[in-house]
T-cell receptor, first 115, second 110 residues
Framework: KAGVTQTPRYLIKTRGQQVTLSCSPISGHRSVSWYQQTPGQGLQFLFEYFSETQRNKGNFPGRFSGRQFSNSRSEMNVSTLELGDSALYLC??????????????FGPGTRLLVL | QQPVQSPQAVILREGEDAVINCSSSKALYSVHWYRQKHGEAPVFLMILLKGGEQKGHEKISASFNEKKQQSSLYLTASQLSYSGTYFCGTWDNYGQNFVFGPGTRLSVLP
């Protein structure tokens, strides 16, 4: 079974631009969660989508948004990019709603550099 | 609130054992453990649930002390492939925000 895939793998943008990242979950998985990883802040939860609805949200500004399609694929959008948005963005899929006992499988990530 | 992990880093020789701890100031309902190698995505190791149930890796064991709000990951007879950064994570705010600890960097030397 194919794993979680993310595109693109690398991206360079300039301040003020916007970016859209894509994540395809493992076949049959209905939940997609997004995380930001930086050396300073570590791994931080952005949000989770399940059945095309945002179910949970971390402490990030409204510039960070996402959506999920009927085939469970998800996109994350960051508007008005700031230098501090440079990070590795990881998505993770799980069979059901990510919860207390649900295993999350991570994709390889998209490395975003904002200049 | 972010879980606290200790130690921050540990260096071992092949065959040696290690313990990584994860604690929280809030009640824990489950603790998830992941390992991330440099340049790679985190890989699931184990979930420990309130009540003692475990789901995960064959060669790694862990404990979950609900009263102490703490979990420990036990790596025995370490192999070179165990090297990486180990993260614990848990759901916070009534299951609305999944929070990872800062990580423990493990290096296994030949």
């Amino acid at each position: 079974k194919a794993g979680v895939t993310q595109t693109p793998r690398y991206l360079i943008k300039t301040r003020g631009q916007q970016v859209t990242l894509s994540c395809s979950p493992i076949s049959g998985h209905r939940s997609v969660s997004w995380y930001q990883q930086t050396p300073g802040q570590g791994l931080q939860f952005l949000f989770e989508y399940f059945s095309e609805t945002q179910r949970n949200k971390g402490n990030f500004p409204g510039r960070f948004s996402g959506r999920q399609f009927s085939n469970s694929r998800s996109e994350m959008n960051v508007s008005t990019l700031e230098l501090g948005d440079s990070a590795l963005y990881l998505c993770a899929s799980s069979l059901g709603l990510a919860g207390v006992d649900e295993t999350q499988y991570f994709g390889p990530g998209t490395r975003l550099l904002v200049l | 609130q972010q879980p606290v992990q200790s130690p921050q880093a540990v260096i071992l020789r092949e065959g040696e054992d290690a313990v990584i701890n994860c604690s929280s100031s809030k009640a824990l309902y489950s603790v998830h453990w992941y390992r991330q190698k440099h340049g790679e995505a985190p890989v699931f190791l184990m979930i420990l649930l309130k009540g003692g149930e475990q789901k995960g890796h064959e060669k790694i064991s862990a404990s979950f002390n609900e009263k102490k709000q703490q979990s420990s990951l036990y790596l025995t007879a370490s192999q070179l492939s165990y090297s990486g950064t180990y993260f614990c994570g848990t759901w916070d705010n009534y299951g609305q925000n999944f929070v990872f600890g800062p990580g423990t960097r493990l290096s296994v030397l030949p």
